[in-house]
């Protein structure tokens, strides 16, 4: 999603909705340099807002206005994780969050993106709080963000691929 970002950038404004924490500016700035001289102009048509719980991320969707400016929305389902918030309300939240991606995305291209953090295998030595010990409403709300999408697109990270025996 960060190369994304800078691609985007380099023809045009781009708002970025990070829920992960994920925007890596470094990254992007490093990106644009390789791509064009006009690093300032270029990465001034990136618009970042973060959002840390999943009522700050229903809150910044809402407030975006419907523009022509595309729209990436980055690592979603992590603002769902926080398991002070219970989960019929994450669930209520995500609802909303999907009536606004909708919303985005009538007026403007949007992607979002998620990671898919499976139940199987989460190392029980992990802190409470960490992601994949809170992967058990993930499952079902990434499924969600999926039917609700036009399009899905899924990545294997070369790192956690798993080779098959030769013999």
Not at 24 to 43: C, P
Not at 74 to 82: G, H, P, R, V
Not at 153 to 163: G, S, T, Y
């Amino acid at each position: 999603m960060n190369s994304f970002a800078a691609r985007l950038a380099l023809s045009g404004t781009v708002r970025v909705l990070d829920g992960g924490n994920s925007f890596d500016a470094l990254s992007v700035a490093r990106q644009v340099r390789r791509r064009t001289a006009d690093l300032e102009a270029t990465l001034g048509r990136l618009y970042v807002a973060r959002a840390f719980t999943c009522h700050q991320m229903v809150t910044l969707l809402s407030e975006q206005p419907a523009s022509k400016m595309p729209v990436l929305v980055m690592d979603l389902l992590a603002t769902f994780c926080d398991e002070s918030v219970p989960v019929i309300e994450r669930s209520r939240l995500l609802d909303q969050a999907l009536v606004e991606l909708r919303r985005l995305s009538r007026a403007a291209p949007l992607a979002a993106s998620a990671v898919h953090l499976p139940q199987e295998g989460i190392d029980s030595r992990l802190p409470l709080g960490h992601p994949a010990r809170l992967a058990v409403p993930l499952p079902a709300m990434l499924e969600r963000l999926e039917q609700a999408a036009d399009q899905v697109l899924r990545f294997v990270n070369p790192e956690e691929a798993v080779q098959g025996k030769l013999w």
